[in-house]
């Protein structure tokens, strides 16, 4: 079984200020990690995932994460933010060796990032 | 190109009903999850599709829910008798079923039982 914590369920930050959304996951196995984003009355978007190799990605909208194994980390970070990145965030996991092909998706509960002027 | 669609955007239906939720992929899709969203939670699995098979129910939460992708295509979640507590966003998401590969999401279909 997998699960995944956000700690903060509510991020207020400035515009043009550093943000850091962190997540933090459980697994009795190797998985793959996602961050998507939700803007107001949209569908959940992909914004970076990893698979392997380098440890930090980089993802759409300058947004970039890091995966560390030995914290079971993979926090969201972003140097500058702008109020169009005003959203819901949520982090997810799947299972790396799925036998059946089935790479469903365990998703924390999300953390709301208001950006004000 | 085309991306996920799901049909209705809201249901509005009364406690007892039947309500059925439709799902059209990214064409080629082979792979296609249902997912739940309730008010303040990240989405929950519901069931997996691979091709026209149910390859995992197990999120599931009760009899009363079923779902069918009878061509491989579109999908459909039918829910028996309705409760209160099935309120939520229904999310349709697919992709190649591969390793890795990015779930696409459609925009959800808004389910209030009153």
């Known amino acids: 079984a997998q699960s995944v914590t956000q700690l903060d369920s509510q991020v207020p930050v400035f515009e043009e200020a550093p943000v850091e959304l962190r997540c933090n996951y459980s697994s009795s196995v190797s998985v793959y990690l996602f961050w998507y984003v939700q803007y107001p009355n949209q569908g959940l978007q992909l914004l970076l995932k990893y698979l392997s190799g380098s440890t930090l990605v980089k993802g759409i909208n300058g947004f970039e994460a890091e995966f560390n194994k030995s914290q079971t980390s993979f926090h969201l970070r972003k140097p500058s933010v702008h109020i169009s990145d005003t959203a819901e965030y949520f982090c997810?996991?799947?299972?790396?060796?799925?036998?059946?092909?089935?790479?469903?998706?365990?998703f924390g509960k999300g953390t709301l990032l208001t950006v004000n002027p | 190109g085309a991306g996920v669609s799901q049909t209705p955007s809201n249901k509005v239906t009364e406690k007892g009903k039947y309500v059925e939720l439709r799902c059209d992929p990214i064409?080629?899709?082979?792979?296609l999850y249902w997912y739940r969203q309730s008010l303040g939670q990240g989405p929950e699995f519901l069931i997996y599709?691979?091709?026209?098979?149910?390859?995992?129910d197990s999120g599931l939460p009760n009899d009363r829910f079923f779902a069918v992708r009878p061509e491989g295509s579109v999908s459909t979640l039918k829910i028996q008798r309705t409760e209160r507590g099935d309120s939520a966003v229904y999310l349709c998401?697919?992709?190649?079923?591969?390793?890795?590969?990015?779930?696409?999401f459609g925009p959800g279909t808004r389910l209030t039982v009153l």
């Open positions: 599709f691979q091709g026209t098979g149910a390859a995992d």
């Open positions: 998401a697919s992709n190649h079923g591969l390793a890795g590969d990015t779930q696409y």
């Open positions: 997810a996991v799947s299972d790396k060796n799925s036998g059946g092909s089935n790479y469903k998706l365990t």
């Open positions: 064409s080629g899709h082979t792979a």
